[in-house]
């Protein structure tokens, strides 16, 4: 009878039910936060609301709402976990589309998440290395100098004395996320089901594609490995500097790197205290961004203002430091290619060829007429030419009435312009995106399409061509024979099938021929 009832609590039915029910408690939970933190003023503060403003303050009467809005969200956000953080974090970089209270106060979350306690640090620290922490490091700061969403940074000491930051998993995180995804992977669903543009937009891959990438955070031995990878791309570069991994100390769950210190691109005002050419910043991040991705079609992809910092002394003054590499996004050639025409399209406002770029990748139906497309894509665009993210939101509105499709490998990048875009025009208010990146993109293509690219090309074949040129004239003998034989098939195919059809249109003559005679006889006869 145990056993039995073991079978049924453990069985697929049960554990259905339990992830269920484990989705259910999560959506009331955060639906209790939104109440809890009058979030539902967003809605009703609508004027299509107004009817319905009396009696939601009279059944949330219980709640206290003085503090301001912005406040409120942001606690909302942190009281809900990583995943809520992380939007937050994404929303902070876009002041001109957020009002300035929320926007500042969603950018406290970059760096200003509340810690997990050091005694769990130690814990987790002591069952990693499988010994006490004191003979690991020489030294060890139990207060913690960054704290994110998944982890936060402490500082230490090698035993040789060489200044790292040590970067701890939060415990438990993973769980949480779990059911964050569930539940994102539920809404996916009902969207592609309840909305007439579900499909199109592919909720479900976007989830999916997300669900990698953050799983991938999980794993800090893989950030590791971005930061090694991010460090190599950019080890002589004027422009930004990344950390070393000291791989000895590093992990799955802990993360050892060399320790960089500088100011939060953020303050602004102690920036330009230190020194520092805040415009020239501002294009510098533009060429960094456009390098990772044409050049390398490797880019970082979480860079909010928390994980971006400035260095101030030495010879790396005016350089940008960069930190957490938890996201990283990757392009294919053809990826780059597409954008990288799209791009110089939208800064030349060339729409026509935008829009067949679009028809070329396959994004729209082959059917789709190119001067429809262009004539929505020039109205759409031009009133909001000097935002690039005002240009990605409204390109996405015209896409719904030709049936384009988001593609899920594109997402990070969309998100990381919009972040990029935002730290821009927090540093110089003044920033043309256009004017900075086309002379980079222009310049990419020529490399990409010019004689330099034919040259590198040919070398990087060359041992393949080395190997194949001498087969060359039997693998042509093979396959004119081929050719040959198959054509000679063909022909005596055709003959043979010439041949019945001439066979029964004989018969068929005779057979008419004779069935005249017999008419013409018995005409005769009468």
């Not at 056993?3 to 259910?24: C, F, H």
């Not at 569930?182 to 543009?197: F, H, I, K, N």
């Not at 499909?199 to 590791?224: C, G, M, Y």
């Not at 060829?353 to 679009?358: G, L």
Request: proline share 6%; aromatic share 8%; charged share 25%.
């Amino acid at each position: 009878m145990p056993a039995r009832s073991l079978t049924r609590r453990t069985g697929p039915k049960y554990v259905s039910l339990t992830i269920g029910g484990m989705r259910l408690l999560r959506l009331a939970r955060i639906q209790y936060v939104a109440l809890k933190y009058g979030l539902d003023e967003f809605l009703t503060g609508h004027e299509r609301f107004r009817a319905v403003r009396p009696i939601a303050r009279a059944l949330t009467f219980w709640r206290d709402t003085s503090a301001p809005r912005g406040e409120r969200l942001r606690l909302a956000l942190q009281d809900l976990g990583p995943i809520f953080v992380k939007f937050g974090q994404m929303l902070s970089t876009r002041r001109d589309l957020l009002p300035p209270d929320i926007a500042d106060e969603l950018a406290k979350l970059q760096d200003a998440v509340p810690p997990f306690p050091s005694e769990q640090v130690v814990a987790t620290l002591n069952r990693f290395y499988g010994r006490r922490l004191e003979t690991v490091f020489r030294s060890f700061d139990h207060c913690p100098v960054a704290s994110a969403s998944v982890a936060q940074v402490h500082f230490a000491e090698l035993p040789d004395g060489t200044p790292v930051a040590v970067k701890v998993l939060r415990p438990a995180v993973a769980s949480v996320i779990a059911k964050d995804i569930a539940l994102m992977q539920t809404g996916a669903w009902l969207m592609e089901r309840l909305w007439s543009d579900g499909k199109r937009l592919r909720p479900r891959a976007v989830i999916a594609e997300f669900e990698k990438t953050i799983n991938d955070e999980l794993d800090l031995s893989r950030e590791a490995a971005n930061c090694s990878q991010l460090r190599r791309n950019f080890l002589h570069s004027p422009l930004l500097l990344v950390p070393a991994v000291h791989w000895d100390y590093s992990g799955s769950e802990v993360m050892v790197m060399e320790r960089m210190t500088g100011i939060p691109i953020g303050q602004v005002d102690r920036l330009r205290e230190a020194g520092v050419d805040i415009p020239r910043l501002a294009r510098a991040g533009v060429e960094v961004f456009f390098t990772q991705v044409f050049r390398d079609g490797y880019f970082h992809a979480d860079m909010h203002p928390g994980n971006i910092f400035v260095a101030t002394g030495g010879p790396h003054h005016g350089k940008y430091v960069a930190v957490d590499f938890g996201i990283m996004g990757t392009l294919s050639e053809r990826d780059q290619s597409y954008l990288a025409q799209n791009f110089l399209a939208f800064f030349r406002r060339d729409y026509h060829r935008v829009a067949t770029a679009h028809l070329e990748s396959g994004w729209v139906p082959a059917d789709t007429r190119v001067d429809e497309l262009e004539a929505e894509i020039r109205a759409v665009l031009e009133p909001v030419f000097d935002s690039l993210g005002r240009v990605l939101l409204q390109l996405f509105r015209a896409s719904r009435r030709f049936n384009v499709e988001i593609q899920p490998q594109l997402v990070l990048l969309q998100k990381t312009l919009l972040n990029v875009e935002g730290l821009g025009r927090t540093l110089d208010p003044n920033l043309d995106l256009w004017v900075t990146a086309m002379p980079f993109l222009e310049r990419w293509m020529q490399d990409r399409i010019g004689l330099p690219a034919l040259r590198r090309r040919l070398l990087a074949e060359a041992p393949y061509i080395v190997d194949a040129l001498p087969e060359l004239p039997r693998l042509v003998h093979q396959r004119l024979t081929a050719q040959r034989a198959a054509s000679d098939a063909a022909m005596r195919e055709f003959a043979d099938a010439q041949r019945m059809q001439n066979r029964l249109l004989s018969v068929i003559a005779v057979l008419l021929a004779f069935g005249a005679a017999v008419v013409l006889w018995k005409i005769g006869a009468g």
